[in-house]
């Protein structure tokens, strides 16, 4: 996520023995639900910072999405395919849904089932499931979306989830939640799952997921886009737009495929995307190999941007200064290592995707000569206290501020103090291990310090805590 700055200037799931049930996935051609969806098998929680979304009842798997986008009306019709693991043994299982939009239809394994849908509670009765048992859940529904309050005081993401613009196009950004507004999900980060995703749209638009573009076909006055997601992902890096779009396309380092899609008639973007190769090889040299199969961008009408998985999502206006969009995409680009590889359990730990893109980004700052180590380092020195005064300090934020300022530069500094405490060397191997040593996992602090001390031989347990839990900057 980005944030706007000075100018310019994340458990590795277990496998458990499971109940199979042999059931194929009409319609979005997934395999049958068992063996490819181990990936996804993830640990649900309950996140302490905001308990209403998601629930530990569902270990979402796989999402099959088919929804329907009528702009003139607003309506959106949807019909979702979740495969979802049972942790528990139980009789009910909850997802989120946006109350504006209605579900007349819950099967379970092909059989119909009773439902309630209080506010964006969709409540199911499924009879018995066992401990680690796999089923089919398929919800339609059809309704308005509309976006939800933000917790935070951010001008820039004025809200969450769906959103439409006058023209009937659509865009979204969801973190730390939101994805609720257009589907039915487990909307809390440790559930990671893959998705398939066909988007019908009327001719003149056409509908935009993370992943690989599977067919595009025109034909009776809609344009169907089918998507492949090949990684397993958290629901708030997931992004939709549907609109005039233009898709161009690149290669990366290795030959990998590179997306960007622009607003037809808008392409002053175009020249600062096509830095992508570059910054990818960049980012490796740093980090190590990109953890996914492709890359790329979706421009859309907002002030802000998001690290959706595979898919950047970046705000148009953000191109006021064309600095600012190049640093933000390299910022974005670096999440794809710290946060959508490897994500925090739960949303006190978001400082385990912010400080690390930011620190990442500042290093990119240094290596274009932008500006030097030493400037950030007055910088983030001399702010470190009142931004622990205002937001929290970045493993204890104050859930109403979330995405502050903090969480970015209080746990970029702590990086940086550590790189004095280990040395170049030792640092640039733990900042680049950490993603290499998780992919598809979802961690929280004790994890990351484990590891960490793992690494270097070190007791760091009391540093990285003091650094994101102190009121007051440590000295
Ligand atoms: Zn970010």
Redesign the pocket.
């Known amino acids: ?3 706007s700055l000075l100018p310019s200037r994340s458990r590795v799931a277990t496998v458990s023995a499971l109940t199979v049930l042999a059931l194929g996935v009409p319609g979005t051609g997934a395999a049958s639900p068992a063996a490819p969806y181990d990936r996804a098998v993830s640990t649900p929680r309950e996140d302490p910072y905001y308990p209403a979304k998601g629930d530990p009842s569902v270990d979402a798997l796989h999402y099959g999405l088919d929804l329907r986008w009528a702009p003139r009306s607003r309506t959106l019709t949807g019909v979702a395919r979740i495969t979802f693991r049972s942790p528990v043994a139980q009789s009910q299982v909850r997802l989120d849904l946006g109350d504006p939009l209605r579900v007349r239809r819950v099967t379970l394994d092909g059989r119909q089932v009773l439902f309630s849908h209080p506010g964006k509670d969709l409540v199911v009765a499924t009879g018995e499931l066992a401990a680690d048992s796999r089923h089919v859940l398929t919800v339609s529904y059809r309704g308005r979306p509309r976006p939800v309050a933000a917790p935070t005081r951010r001008s820039d993401i004025p809200h969450l989830g769906w959103t439409t613009t006058r023209r009937g196009a659509v865009w979204t950004m969801q973190e730390p939640f939101g994805a609720f507004t257009w589907y039915p999900v487990n909307d809390q980060p440790a559930d990671k799952a893959f998705y398939d995703v066909r988007i019908s749209a009327p001719t003149g638009m056409v509908g935009i997921f993370n992943g690989r573009l599977t067919s595009r076909r025109t034909s009776a006055g809609r344009t169907v886009t089918r998507w492949h997601l090949a990684s397993p992902a958290a629901s708030y890096l997931t992004t939709i737009a549907i609109g005039d779009y233009v898709r161009y396309t690149d290669r990366g380092p290795h030959r990998l495929p590179i997306t960007y899609w622009l607003p037809r008639g808008d392409r002053r973007a175009l020249p600062e995307l096509r830095r992508t190769p570059s910054m990818i090889r960049w980012l490796e040299s740093k980090l190590g190999p990109y953890p996914f199969d492709r890359i790329g961008t979706v421009v859309v009408p907002s002030d802000s941007a998001m ?1 959706t998985q595979t898919l950047v999502t970046m705000g148009a206006r953000l191109m006021a200064d064309r600095r600012t969009f190049r640093s933000d995409l390299l ?1 974005e680009y670096a ?1 794809q290592w710290y946060g959508d590889t490897v994500t925090p359990e739960s949303w006190p730990d978001l400082w385990l ?2 400080s690390f ?1 930011m620190y990442t980004q500042i290093r990119w700052e240094v290596s274009r000569g932008w500006a030097t180590m030493a400037q950030w380092r007055a910088l983030l020195t001399q702010q470190d206290q009142s931004l622990r005064d205002s937001d929290g300090p970045p493993g204890a934020y104050h859930r109403g501020d979330f995405g502050e300022l903090c969480v970015y530069y209080c746990g970029a500094l702590m990086l940086d103090r550590l790189r004095g405490l280990l040395g170049d060397r030792l640092f640039d191997a733990v900042w680049r291990g950490w993603p290499q040593r998780h992919r598809d996992a979802s961690v929280d602090r004790d994890d990351y310090i484990a590891w960490l001390n793992a690494r270097t031989g070190r007791d760091l347990g009391p540093f990285v805590t003091r650094w994101i839990t102190a009121a007051t900057t440590p000295s």
């Open positions: 996520m980005f944030r690290e910022h999440h995707n912010e893109a």
